[in-house]
């Protein structure tokens, strides 16, 4: 089963616009991520937010994380070309050193040249 | 490039088979996680490998099992194969005991049909 669910599903926006995408989660979190996959490759990390945190950037990315409400949101502004892709969201679970991550469904984003 | 590698990229069974999945760590990570991605879904864990032993499996039956090696390299091994074990088998390291135990490194995944 997925911890987390994104929403949309898919999107589809022009280049240049901004890319919204949410995630909620059902368990208590030590921090959440959000992963970017190329068709048929590999994940890659994007950003990482804990759990006392609220809102951190990276580049175009702007992540915010509501532990009260259970979900967060992945913004990507002035999209371009090269950001279609799947985007996923994923939670640290447990409390070893060696912490288990849970992925979401991802949001398919397109984006219209 | 996260220099972690899998091999092979892509495989064909048939139901029944056996097979086996390997994967290489980059380079000072201790911990080895194992995905299975369906078409269209998100990557379901399968289990984690951290100094050698299993810390924490997903829900898959038994016959997915693995290993991991003194020099952190692993394999994922399925027996008696179903047609829905079709999909793509993604590895990840990560260095657990720091800060940033739980940013994964991926490799590119092995595609594995079965017919």
């Known amino acids: 089963s997925q911890q987390g669910e994104e929403d949309p599903q898919a999107l589809s926006i022009q280049e240049g616009e901004n890319a919204t995408m949410n995630c909620s989660y059902k368990?208590?979190?030590?921090?959440l991520q959000w992963y970017r996959q190329n068709s048929g490759r590999g994940l890659v990390h994007l950003i990482l937010?804990?759990?006392?945190?609220r809102e951190k950037h990276s580049g175009r990315l702007r992540v915010t994380l509501d532990t009260s409400k259970k979900s967060s949101s992945l913004l990507i502004t002035a999209s371009r070309a090269a950001d279609t892709a799947s985007y996923f969201c994923?939670?640290?679970?447990?409390?070893?050193?060696?912490?288990?991550?849970?992925f979401g469904s991802g949001t398919r984003l397109s984006i219209r040249p | 490039e996260t220099g972690v590698t899998q091999s092979p990229t892509h495989l064909i069974k048939t139901r029944g088979q056996q097979v086996t999945l390997r994967c290489s760590s980059q380079?000072?990570?201790?911990?080895v996680s194992w995905y299975q991605q369906a078409l269209g879904q998100g990557p379901q864990f399968i289990f984690q490998?951290?100094?050698?032993?299993?810390?924490g499996r997903g829900n898959f039956p038994p016959r997915f099992s693995g290993l991991q090696f003194p020099n952190y390299s692993s394999e994922l091994n399925v027996n008696a194969l179903e047609l829905d074990d079709s999909a793509l088998y993604l590895c990840?390291?990560?260095?657990?005991?720091?800060?940033?135990?739980?940013?994964?490194?991926f490799g590119s995944g092995t595609q594995l049909s079965v017919l």
């Open positions: 990840a390291s990560s260095l657990a005991g720091t800060d940033n135990n739980e940013k994964l490194f």
């Open positions: 368990t208590s979190i030590n921090n």
């Open positions: 937010i804990r759990s006392n945190e």
């Open positions: 994923a939670t640290a679970v447990g409390y070893s050193s060696a912490s288990k991550i849970i």
């Open positions: 380079s000072g990570h201790n911990t």
């Open positions: 490998y951290y100094r050698e032993e299993e810390n």
